[in-house]
């Protein structure tokens, strides 16, 4: 039998145990297809499961700018209810699961195998708090009373640590490099022809949500599809800014167009703030930042004006129509925060009720608040369901691990890296301060395809030298 390899430098190839698990994957895939043929999504989830774990084995590198492409795919809704969107369809007697469940499970696992597989990791010292918060969390589902949707939010925080990793084994030259911007691209175009075919068919009732218009591309909920293309607008910006040409300038209209389209507000900071970091890393800090700035203020004066003649927007950012009359301060203290607030007193009174410092054990919040309202499964607040589930040591843990990853990018800004290393730098600067900033009111944790893939995707980039001989020379016209 020939051994498959993996495309890496320094990876070995790949051994019998791998091949022989390969095997018994797909053996598995096909045995559950034949017992549950009358569930075609479930053949579709355990097919592209089979095949991204085939490829993760013989050629990993490709395995991971799929699951790049497949960010934009919006495959979480196949099979769900339209009553009920937050249904697992997929072996419901299991607990349920949906596509990208099974991708991430089976993923996860093929990842680790062949990080574990390929000899010592090199790790940032920096980066280690944050996997010190990945092990607390894993620890605490001993103690854990809802240990199913603990184990669903470990793999969640997991597996983007684990992107990380197999991006620094297996990206190694510019070509490699390319070739992965390429997929991820290629699927934010691909979910934004799917929007413009379903504006086609449906029009504007295909984006309603709730009484709201909030676009997406079709079958994905709009807030994680928004962290979607902000990641993509952070990329393509930065790209742009760094002077690799006008095409992905016009590739960062296109995506950040649709990010506000999709009228998740929280993303909409998280954007201002992308380009505020991406101008202030730019050398010429002042004159960048007081341009960004002016980007910034002309397109919510613009923004202001629209809102004030859209009836509808209104509703969407005030829960009714706005008084003309109101000052600034009103208008922010009647910013209609969908709920939030209840669920937040909710959350925070319960942790209160348990032990401070460890907490309930990780996915303890899912079932309490499922318990307590009918649409509200998670705290829409990262820090503070990381407070409930985990205490003040979790918490304590999760905020080091993001500090931790700050101070790994900025001290990379400090040292003489390569022009390719520093461009990645900033966009995974962005991208991380994006993701703080979401997680004030949102879950990113639980947008593992969507989103939090690409900043660890971003950060292991950062952190990976390519050798001068290795890279490709600059097209005249892009420089």
């Given at each position: 039998?020939?051994?498959?390899?993996?495309?890496?430098g320094?990876?070995?190839?790949?051994?019998?145990?791998?091949?022989?698990?390969?095997?018994?994957?797909?053996?598995?895939?096909?045995?559950?297809?034949?017992?549950?043929?009358?569930?075609?999504?479930?053949?579709?989830?355990?097919?592209?499961?089979?095949?991204?774990?085939?490829?993760?084995?013989?050629?990993?590198?490709?395995?991971?700018?799929?699951?790049?492409?497949?960010?934009?795919?919006?495959?979480?809704?196949?099979?769900?209810?339209?009553?009920?969107?937050?249904?697992?369809?997929?072996?419901?007697?299991?607990?349920?699961?949906?596509v990208?469940?099974?991708?991430l499970?089976?993923?996860?696992?093929?990842?680790?195998?062949?990080?574990?597989?390929?000899?010592?990791?090199?790790?940032?010292?920096?980066?280690?708090?944050y996997?010190?918060?990945?092990?607390?969390?894993?620890?605490?589902?001993l103690?854990?009373?809802?240990?199913?949707?603990?184990l669903r939010?470990?793999?969640?925080?997991?597996?983007?640590?684990?992107?990380?990793?197999?991006?620094?084994?297996?990206?190694?030259?510019?070509?490699?490099?390319?070739?992965?911007?390429?997929?991820w691209?290629?699927?934010?175009?691909?979910?934004?022809?799917?929007g413009?075919?379903?504006?086609?068919?449906?029009?504007?009732?295909?984006?309603?949500?709730?009484?709201?218009?909030?676009?997406?591309?079709?079958?994905?909920?709009?807030?994680?599809?928004?962290?979607?293309?902000?990641?993509?607008?952070?990329?393509?910006?930065?790209?742009?800014?760094?002077?690799?040409?006008?095409?992905?300038?016009?590739?960062?209209?296109?995506?950040?167009?649709?990010?506000?389209?999709?009228?998740?507000?929280?993303?909409?900071?998280?954007?201002?703030?992308?380009?505020?970091?991406?101008?202030?890393?730019?050398?010429?800090a002042?004159?960048?930042?007081?341009?960004?700035?002016?980007?910034?203020?002309?397109?919510?004066?613009?923004?202001?004006?629209v809102?004030?003649h859209?009836?509808?927007?209104?509703?969407?950012?005030?829960?009714?129509?706005?008084?003309?009359?109101?000052?600034?301060?009103?208008?922010?203290?009647?910013?209609?925060?969908?709920?939030?607030?209840?669920?937040?007193?909710?959350?925070?009174?319960?942790?209160?009720?348990?032990?401070?410092?460890?907490?309930?054990?990780?996915?303890?919040?899912?079932?309490f608040?499922?318990?307590?309202?009918?649409?509200?499964?998670?705290?829409?607040?990262?820090?503070?369901?990381?407070?409930?589930?985990?205490?003040?040591?979790?918490?304590?843990?999760?905020?080091?691990?993001?500090?931790?990853?700050?101070?790994?990018?900025?001290?990379?800004?400090?040292?003489?890296?390569?022009?390719?290393?520093?461009?990645?730098?900033?966009?995974?600067?962005?991208?991380?301060?994006?993701?703080?900033?979401?997680?004030?009111?949102?879950?990113?944790?639980?947008?593992?395809?969507?989103?939090?893939?690409?900043?660890?995707?971003?950060?292991?980039?950062?952190?990976?030298?390519?050798?001068?001989?290795?890279?490709?020379?600059?097209p005249?016209?892009?420089?």
């Amino acid at each position: 039998m020939r051994r498959f390899k993996v495309e890496s430098g320094n990876w070995a190839g790949g051994t019998r145990g791998e091949n022989v698990l390969t095997l018994l994957v797909g053996g598995l895939g096909v045995s559950l297809c034949l017992v549950a043929m009358y569930q075609p999504v479930l053949l579709l989830a355990l097919v592209l499961a089979g095949m991204l774990a085939i490829l993760a084995f013989s050629r990993a590198s490709l395995s991971l700018k799929l699951v790049l492409l497949l960010g934009g795919i919006p495959m979480e809704s196949l099979g769900a209810s339209e009553a009920d969107p937050a249904q697992k369809p997929l072996l419901v007697t299991l607990g349920g699961t949906t596509v990208d469940g099974a991708c991430l499970v089976v993923l996860s696992a093929c990842f680790a195998l062949l990080l574990s597989s390929s000899g010592q990791l090199s790790m940032p010292r920096r980066f280690r708090p944050y996997l010190y918060f990945v092990g607390f969390l894993a620890l605490s589902l001993l103690y854990s009373g809802s240990r199913l949707d603990g184990l669903r939010l470990v793999l969640k925080v997991t597996y983007p640590v684990l992107v990380f990793f197999v991006t620094v084994k297996t990206i190694k030259t510019q070509q490699e490099i390319d070739s992965a911007l390429q997929y991820w691209i290629a699927g934010g175009l691909l979910a934004t022809l799917i929007g413009a075919a379903v504006f086609l068919v449906r029009g504007f009732s295909g984006f309603m949500w709730g009484g709201d218009f909030r676009y997406s591309s079709g079958l994905l909920h709009a807030s994680p599809f928004s962290m979607y293309m902000f990641a993509l607008f952070g990329l393509c910006y930065g790209l742009w800014r760094a002077g690799r040409g006008g095409r992905f300038g016009a590739l960062a209209v296109v995506f950040g167009v649709q990010a506000l389209m999709s009228e998740t507000r929280i993303t909409w900071a998280a954007m201002a703030f992308g380009v505020l970091v991406i101008e202030g890393l730019m050398g010429k800090a002042t004159r960048s930042l007081v341009r960004a700035a002016g980007t910034i203020v002309a397109i919510g004066t613009v923004f202001f004006y629209v809102m004030q003649h859209s009836i509808g927007l209104q509703h969407r950012l005030f829960g009714g129509e706005l008084d003309p009359g109101s000052s600034f301060a009103e208008m922010v203290q009647n910013v209609n925060v969908t709920g939030r607030t209840v669920v937040w007193a909710a959350t925070y009174q319960d942790y209160w009720s348990h032990n401070h410092w460890i907490g309930q054990g990780a996915g303890s919040s899912a079932p309490f608040l499922a318990g307590l309202f009918e649409q509200a499964g998670v705290p829409h607040n990262e820090y503070l369901r990381i407070l409930h589930d985990i205490g003040v040591v979790g918490l304590a843990l999760f905020l080091a691990g993001i500090i931790g990853l700050f101070r790994l990018l900025r001290s990379l800004l400090g040292k003489s890296i390569t022009k390719q290393q520093r461009l990645f730098v900033k966009v995974a600067l962005a991208l991380l301060v994006g993701y703080s900033v979401i997680a004030i009111s949102d879950n990113p944790l639980d947008y593992y395809f969507f989103f939090s893939q690409y900043v660890f995707f971003c950060i292991g980039l950062a952190t990976v030298a390519i050798p001068s001989e290795n890279r490709l020379p600059v097209p005249q016209g892009n420089r």
